[in-house]
């Protein structure tokens, strides 16, 4: 059974600083490709950032450019994502999630096998 376990969200002051954990288990994580997604209230799931299968490529959207970055430890099954000078527009839930595709990291959730359950990111003004 395949888990994605999310950790590290929380409220932050913007202009602050927030890392997120994704700690898969249940698959072989090295030959996945990775992606974080976060969805505001009412709105729809977007792509912020993925990573290839072995970290050699990484594709972000480009509101978060600059101020994030997507990495992985595939020793220790995990992704992370560390979010600097953060905004309130960056307020949502987090998702990380796995893929099978290879070659560059996908975009589109529907590329996307595994979720996990989301933490909160809050940004405060």
């Known amino acids: 059974q395949v888990q994605l376990v999310e950790s590290g969200g929380g409220l932050v002051q913007a202009g602050g600083s927030l890392r997120l954990s994704c700690a898969a288990s249940?698959?072989?994580?090295?030959?996945?490709?990775m992606g974080w997604f976060r969805q505001a209230p009412g709105k729809e799931r977007e792509f912020v950032a993925a990573?290839?299968?072995?970290?050699?490529?990484?594709r972000y959207v480009e509101s978060v450019e600059g101020r994030f970055t997507i990495s992985r430890d595939n020793a220790k099954n995990t992704v992370y994502l560390q979010m600097n000078r953060l905004k309130p527009e960056d307020t949502a839930v987090y998702y990380c999630?796995?893929?099978?595709?290879?070659?560059?990291?996908?975009?589109?959730?529907?590329?996307?096998?595994?979720w996990g359950q989301g933490t909160q990111v809050t940004v405060s003004a």
């Open positions: 249940g698959l072989t994580f090295s030959l996945y490709s």
């Open positions: 999630a796995a893929s099978r595709s290879w070659g560059q990291p996908p975009l589109g959730v529907d590329e996307y096998h595994y």
């Open positions: 990573i290839s299968w072995n970290g050699a490529s990484t």
